[in-house]
């Protein structure tokens, strides 16, 4: 950690504390990158807001926060004292944060502690607080400056006041971050505030990060859903517009996100925005609010009720004046359950702030466990620092589109999306999703259409392949999926969040098919535990393996296992230990532990074993005392699909681990399937696995053969 001033008491653990003179300086964003860091290199993460504007109203920046630590502490456990009490009696008031702050910090091994902002105007006596504040808890401060609506100088001299006051109190300044800044200055404002010594970001402002979702509009004008998707009020709005003209006026004017305010007796411009919303050609709208306490005349409420918009409408009692200035004053906010403006503020923090040098101002020891938000946050590195190319054929998924725009905001891979164009990019509008950077390829109308087709008849001449049939298979994503990666056009496939794994793998073996060496396609699941990731295999694909089908199993999982940094020490599994047990199934497991040494003579393997003595050190000394493997397992090989399957749900729900995959293994390009009850987050973590794997090559296998 950086060093404090010789009178300040040291922290036990890594903190930084983001202090701030004045309000909106989206300090959010910054703690939420700051917790992202941090949970990439260190198990127990937490968070601490030492002042709250209230004990009995839930502060939503520290609610966001928990919900983004990894350390197992509470809301409550992270709060410290209300403004009143700051104000009643300070020295009280910082004798309970500094309290409060170290029952939290014995539960971490770092702590981001988010400082207050009760005030809208700059205020360096607000900051000399947090100073004191800081300085009492032995963290260095990171200033948080807003950098809307000033210059570059008036950044520089506004931090200099600041440093000042932060120097009176002896706090020691860490870092600077110029947030919500014009974005064609960032570069000017950083040289102006970087020193020698202080290191110094800036990053952009976004409109996104403060733009009031539909719901949050619906609150502050005390209104109803008249009409609409509830799910869709989540949609942020980007602008508002009065529809005091006429409808082709309006029409005229309409942009992505607008939400249009209008009175409920104005039926050519309700209809009209209703329809422009599912015409193509149309912005994609946030809503509309219909003001003034009036619904439609029943015969248009019958219009509209037949047509069955999913566009959200809204209606208020307020005036068109009075609607418009609630709706012109109503700020976004980063908080929890808005995962867009969430995905966006980490990848400003990603794309705009160096975490190498942040974290190398705080002493964060490095852990010697692997945490499932580390390895999550690691996957997700990984994936960005050598961008693939991974293709999405089931487009018609909200759950595919939600995932594309997290992975496009994070720039973990370049995709191209199957589906129809203007039905994807319609409903990626309405989920408030940016698929811009995104391609959307339709199958049934593509350039690569006529290559592809000649491609599969000659690949599958043998089997009597014909034209004609060829091009009815090619309108299946699948199949063109697997296609593209076949050529080249794109690096790996992710697809099964609607169709079964037969119809993700099936094309996998008629185009890609398996490695040289390997003849088995199989799978394993990296499953995260509380301290460490272990890897499953096979859970998903072979039935009933063969003792050569095991070997190739217990090989390829060996390598996958290693390309995520897992060291391979390959368990065979089985229901008796060494030669303690005779059998069919035993006697299975046994020939494919010796073919796995034969194939591979420097892998680490045992077989037969039971999975206690395989993962328990204790066991394993009474069992096999003298096996490198026994106890110290991290890649397990199940006899057969029953068991993997089985084993590893019991051990996702019982120890509440984070499963990750399937992930498959033996083609020669990555293609990998999802459960069709796929969350949004385990499609993230699929593709990144998928662009890994792309990075990688055939290098794993090659190691391990």
Not at 37 to 65: C, H, K, N, Q
Not at 580 to 603: C, E, H, I, N, Q
Request: hydrophobic letters at 40%; glycine letters at 6%; aromatic letters at 4%.
């Amino acid at each position: 950690m950086v060093a404090a001033p010789a009178d300040t008491p040291s922290s036990p653990v890594s903190s930084i504390y983001i202090a701030s003179p004045e309000g909106d300086t989206g300090k959010s964003t910054i703690a939420l990158g700051l917790l992202r860091m941090l949970g990439a290199s260190t198990a127990r993460v937490g968070v601490f807001r030492p002042i709250a504007r209230s004990s009995s109203e839930t502060d939503y920046i520290l609610e966001l926060m928990i919900d983004h630590t990894t350390a197992d502490t509470t809301y409550e456990q992270s709060l410290g004292v209300t403004y009143d009490e700051v104000h009643a009696d300070p020295d009280a008031a910082l004798a309970e944060i500094v309290r409060r702050y170290h029952d939290v910090a014995s539960q971490c091994d770092a702590v981001v502690i988010v400082g207050s902002d009760y005030t809208d105007i700059a205020s360096p006596s607000e900051l000399g607080f947090n100073a004191r504040v800081a300085v009492n808890l032995g963290a260095p401060v990171l200033l948080a400056l807003r950098g809307s609506e000033r210059t570059p100088e008036e950044i520089a001299h506004l931090a200099d006041v600041c440093r000042s006051e932060l120097s009176t109190h002896r706090a020691h300044l860490a870092g600077i971050v110029a947030n919500r800044c014009d974005p064609d200055a960032l570069d000017d404002v950083i040289a102006h505030l970087s020193t020698e010594d202080v290191p110094a970001w800036a990053l952009p402002e976004v409109p996104l990060l403060v733009a009031p979702t539909m719901d949050e509009l619906l609150h502050a004008m005390k209104g109803e859903l008249y009409s609409g998707d509830a799910e869709l009020l989540q949609r942020e709005a980007l602008r508002v517009m009065v529809g005091g003209m006429t409808a082709e006026h309006i029409l005229e004017r309409l942009t992505e996100g607008v939400v249009v305010i209008a009175p409920a007796d104005r039926s050519d411009v309700v209809l009209a925005l209703v329809n422009a919303h599912e015409a193509e050609g149309f912005p994609s709208l946030a809503g509309i609010v219909m003001n003034g306490g009036l619904t439609p005349h029943p015969m248009i409420a019958k219009l509209i009720e037949g047509l069955q918009p999913r566009l959200p409408i809204l209606t208020t009692d307020l005036g068109t004046f009075d609607t418009a200035s609630v709706a012109a004053s109503t700020r976004g906010r980063v908080a929890v359950g808005s995962q867009r403006k969430v995905d966006t503020a980490l990848a400003l923090m990603e794309r705009h702030v160096d975490a190498a040098e942040i974290l190398g101002r705080l002493d964060v020891a490095m852990p010697s466990v692997v945490t499932p938000q580390m390895f999550e946050y690691q996957l997700i590195d990984r994936a960005r620092a050598d961008r693939k190319h991974i293709v999405l054929p089931e487009g018609s998924d909200d759950r595919i589109l939600r995932a594309a725009g997290r992975l496009l905001q994070r720039q973990v891979a370049d995709l191209t999306i199957l589906g129809d164009e203007a039905a994807i990019t319609r409903r990626a509008g309405e989920l408030g999703v940016d698929l811009s950077e995104a391609t959307v390829l339709d199958p049934t109308d593509s350039e690569y259409t006529d290559d592809f087709v000649s491609e599969y008849v000659e690949l599958r001449k043998h089997k009597g392949m014909t034209e004609d049939k060829a091009r009815e298979i090619m309108s299946d994503i699948s199949y063109f999926g697997t296609m593209m990666v076949h050529k080249g056009i794109a690096d790996g496939m992710v697809s099964g969040a609607a169709h079964t794994t037969a119809h993700t793998i099936k094309p996998s073996f008629e185009i890609i098919k398996t490695m040289d060496g390997v003849s088995t396609v199989s799978s394993i699941f990296l499953m995260c535990l509380a301290d460490k990731v272990l890897a499953y295999g096979d859970c998903a694909v072979v039935p009933d393996p063969t003792s050569e089908q095991l070997a190739d199993i217990a090989v390829s999982s060996a390598a996958t296992a290693s390309m995520f940094g897992i060291e391979p020490r390959v368990a065979m599994l089985s229901y008796s230990t060494g030669d303690s047990g005779s059998g069919a199934d035993v006697d299975k497991v046994r020939t494919a532990t010796d073919l796995v040494r034969d194939r591979a003579p420097d892998l680490l393997v045992e077989g037969p074993i039971q999975y206690d003595a395989a993962i328990d050190p204790s066991v394993a000394k009474s069992k096999l005392p003298d096996s490198e493997v026994a106890g110290r397992a991290t890649v397990f090989v199940f006899p057969d699909l029953n068991t993997g399957n089985n084993t590893y749900k019991a051990v996702q729900r019982s120890a509440n681990a984070v499963a990750v995959g399937p992930v498959l293994q033996g083609l020669r390009k990555p293609v990998n399937d999802l459960s069709r009850g796929a969350l949004v987050q385990d499609i993230v973590n699929t593709v990144a696995i998928t662009a890994i794997q792309a990075q990688s090559g055939t290098d794993g296998l090659e190691v391990a053969k």
